[in-house]
């Protein structure tokens, strides 16, 4: 026994440096493309474009520079945050007490009204894509923030009732009957005492719903024009030259994903905890 | 005894707490879906037809001629349908198992022990390719894999001797963007598994640990059974999400040269917004629809127990 412990002690030792050289390896493949793209948006273009890469160079603040007279990349930010923050809010309104009512009430149907929620987010964005663009166009909201907001909802609130409700369900009853006893009736109990409790949970969602909004496409593509541009779309706009001007495009790469990359590692604790929440039973 | 009594209550409850996320989800979700089912039945080519006034003010009329299920016969004459049904279903096949061994191997090396501070780093550096925007990782992985001065392709260079051009060549530009999509998502699957992994208790894995000296047994016996929820949560959203990406793939390639990299949005998109024949494209979205939802509803009732 006490040998084949020493022995695994002995085999860590050793693979202690193979372990080291794989995180290592793990590491500067996750990070290299990141800090390739933010490389390039400080060179200038004869950098980028010589055939060797350049790992030394003399940063620019040009393609900056460029890149947001020509595009107006701010108002594009601008955009992208009202509509992330005004979704995510939405999604936790409808999606917490659904989230609620699934884990806590008996009721006919229940297990298709989840997956009914569950199956909006497989629904591929390429089928509503045009019918909501002609009803978009109908009611005079094309090129609005509402109506990124309101499509946004499709996958959001899903996600919102995945997490939430496993989060509501790990809630102790003898708590519900507590409060009844208190008499509180079910809004108040899931106002003042399920939602409270499940914070971390509510809180991993909106986290998840903000980065999907934020790195949303497709609609926002078909959806906007100008006035309610998102940042991917802006990110997108380069395409369509003669020349692909590779700093600037990285430039506005790395102004579109910053934000988010840089709030998703403040909240990495949460979101690695979020990952399992909707997973657990 | 009094059990029917709060069951009654109960259901009146939920009523008012699911109707305003059902009312909403069905307004903005399942009304335009409605609608593209009705466009699927029509010859409805985008230049040609004309809004012509309102059925009860909500549901646009438009004068595109009536053509039943020509729109579905056309799909299943079309070989182009399915061979980007064919590549989508490849492209997850091929990638998704990719993600879930490479995910594995990362998070056994976060789990462990030893070298901490680089572990920490590690978790960190994960979370950064998932919460890249997916239109921005397009653009690096076009930048990555440029035929005359892409990084990639200067290091392939290097060891091979000669300088392909990734995004031009049909196979390498599909598995370009394979690669794209492995590095952005086996950061996810690795953090997945690896919570699953911190949740084996210490005890018993220390004991199997000591009963055996192989790894793949400890693996197998014991840590893989607290990983499979994560597991399951892995294939059920990535299968979700693998077959309706768009955004990388569009960036990429635009789902070129040729149609090597048309998965099935794409090929859709370009169907309805580039070819503007908006009634075989609904059709072929409604037929995808029905396919995905299918899967997912067998793959929910195989791996996902119970609600």
Known sequence: MAKSYLKTGAALQRSSWGHLMLLLVVIVVCVFPFYWMVATSFKEQAAILSSTPQFIFRPTLDNYITADQKFNIGACLLNSLIVALSTTGLSLILGTPAAYAIARFEFKAKQDLWFWFISNRMISPIVVALPFFLLARQFKLLDTQLVLILIYLTFNVPIVVWICTDQFRNIPKELDEAATLEGYNSFGIFWRIALPLAAPGIAVSAIFSFIFSWNELLYALVLTRTNAKTAPVVATSFLSGYETPWGQIMATGTLVALPVIIFSIIVSRQLVRGLTMGAVK | ?307
């Open chain 2, 1 to 307: 005894m009094g059990a029917t009594k709060p069951k009654k209550t109960y259901s009146t409850g939920a009523f008012f707490f699911v109707a305003p996320a059902v009312v909403v989800l069905l307004a903005v979700g399942i009304f335009p879906l409605l609608f593209a089912a009705g466009v699927s039945f029509h010859q409805f080519l985008l230049p040609k037809v004309h809004w012509s006034g309102n059925f009860l003010g909500v549901w646009p009329i438009y004068d595109a001629p009536l053509t039943w299920f020509d729109n579905y016969i056309a799909i299943f004459q079309d070989d182009s349908f399915r061979d980007a049904l064919t590549r989508t279903f490849l492209f997850l096949i091929i990638n998704l198992p990719l993600e879930l061994i490479l995910g594995l191997g990362i998070a056994l090396l976060l789990h462990q022990q030893g070298n901490e501070f680089l572990k920490k780093i590690c978790r960190v550096a994960l979370v950064v390719p998932m919460a890249t925007t997916f239109a921005v990782v397009g653009l690096t992985g076009r930048l990555l894999f440029d035929g005359n001065y892409g990084v990639l392709n200067y290091l392939w260079s290097l060891i091979f001797h000669s300088r392909p051009d990734w995004l031009a060549d049909p196979n390498l530009a599909f598995f370009a963007i394979s690669v794209m999509e492995v590095w952005q998502w086996t950061p996810f699957c690795a953090l997945v598994l690896f919570s699953s992994l911190t949740m084996v208790p210490p005890e018993i894995e220390e004991a199997a640990r000591l009963e055996t000296a192989h790894w793949w047994q400890v693996l197998w016996r014991v840590q893989l059974p607290f990983m499979l929820p994560g597991i399951t949560a892995i294939l059920i959203l990535r299968t979700a999400d693998i077959l309706k990406l768009f955004d990388v793939v569009y960036i990429m390639t635009k789902g070129g040269p040729g149609s090597a990299t048309e998965l099935i949005s794409l090929f859709v998109q370009r169907i309805g917004f580039r070819a503007f024949d908006q009634g075989v494209a609904s059709a072929q979205a409604i037929v995808f629809l029905i396919i995905a939802t299918v899967l997912s509803r067998i793959y929910i009732k195989l791996v996902y127990k119970e609600v």
